[in-house]
């Protein structure tokens, strides 16, 4: 058996191009431009690298782009005053902090500054807590990503058994209740699980957000399980240039699982595709026009 291979890439450019079509229509209807602010404090690179990509999709898509890039000495003051003119300025829809900042930077500080109007991360207490309950809220994107791909296997997510392995604010919590919200039934593992292996093969729907190259092995999954693999490991490639993995054995896995994610080319793709999502919504959302059919 072959697991089928949920190409991210293609995914995502069909959800950038109907952001693109939505963008396009509340600028003829509303003469709204939604825009987006990205905030880089220091020169970490793989950080330059996502702020450029989150600019030029972001442009592309029709929507205005703000690149704010400061040093990484700035102080705590510093940014929140960056924040405080992002959080006033009506052509900012929304406001994006790149992380991880600089040692020193209270990254929760920063993010609890945010307007929760304009928290396209949807990292802000406001907006976990209304995911949290059942409300409507701004969502991280990386999950939102998460549930768009595997929607793209299983039409419906109700009654599913789904073990997300990774508690982070950032992955695994708002993974649970957007698949709450599915219907799904969910399990969340974490450093602490005991026998990770076995609750891992009870998975309809296994997600693993870890951060451990290849730590999930085929045969911890579920024969034609759907895999979800958030992880991004760069390990040392045979060129000594390093490539990248996720936390799934991707090649075990293909012999295993019914469909999967291949790590580049997955859900990276549509975390940035779910942030232009996020700031259409947002824009909508300030202006008070319906929210998008997005
Ligand atoms: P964190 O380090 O914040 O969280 C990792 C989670 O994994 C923690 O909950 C931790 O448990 C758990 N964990 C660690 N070791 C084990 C283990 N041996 N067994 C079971 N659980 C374990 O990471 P993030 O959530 O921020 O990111 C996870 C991965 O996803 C990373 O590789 C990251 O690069 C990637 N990522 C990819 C994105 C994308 O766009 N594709 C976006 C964001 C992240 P505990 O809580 O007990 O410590």
Not at 171 to 185: I, K, S
Not at 213 to 234: F, L, S, Y
């Amino acid at each position: 058996m072959s697991a089928k291979i949920i190409d991210g890439k293609i995914i995502a450019a069909d959800l950038r191009a109907r952001v693109a079509a939505e963008v396009a229509r509340v600028k003829r209807e509303h003469h709204l431009t939604p825009g987006l602010a990205v905030v880089l404090v220091g020169h970490d690179p793989a950080s330059e690298v996502y702020v450029r990509t989150k600019a030029k999709q972001t442009e592309a898509a029709g929507m205005a782009s703000f690149e704010h890039k400061l040093p990484a000495d700035t102080s705590l003051g510093d940014l929140l005053a960056v924040i405080a003119r992002l959080n006033a300025d009506p052509a900012v829809h929304g406001i994006l902090v790149q992380l991880p900042l600089p040692k020193g930077l209270d990254s929760q500080k920063v993010i609890d500054a945010i307007d929760p109007a304009k928290d396209v991360d949807g990292l802000n207490p406001v907006n976990a807590g209304r995911l949290a309950t059942g409300l409507l809220a701004l969502t991280p994107c990386t999950p939102l990503g998460c549930i768009i791909l595997a929607k793209t296997v299983h039409s419906s997510l109700e009654g599913i058994s789904a073990v997300i392995i990774g508690r982070s604010n950032l992955v695994g919590r708002p993974l649970v209740q957007l698949l709450l919200n599915e219907n799904a039934t969910v399990t969340i593992a974490h450093s602490r699980t005991r026998d990770l292996p076995k609750v891992c093969k009870q998975a309809d729907l296994l997600l693993a957000a870890v951060g451990k190259p290849e730590m999930v092995k085929a045969d911890w999954i579920k024969p034609g399980a759907t895999v979800i693999d958030v992880g991004i490991n760069r390990i040392p490639g045979a060129d000594g240039k390093g490539k990248l993995v996720g936390d799934v054995d991707y090649l075990g896995a293909l012999n295993v699982a019914g469909a999967i994610t291949p790590v580049p080319g997955g859900v990276g793709q549509m975390t940035v595709a779910c942030l232009l999502v996020n700031t259409l919504r947002a824009a909508c959302a300030i202006k008070g026009i319906a929210a998008p059919g997005v």
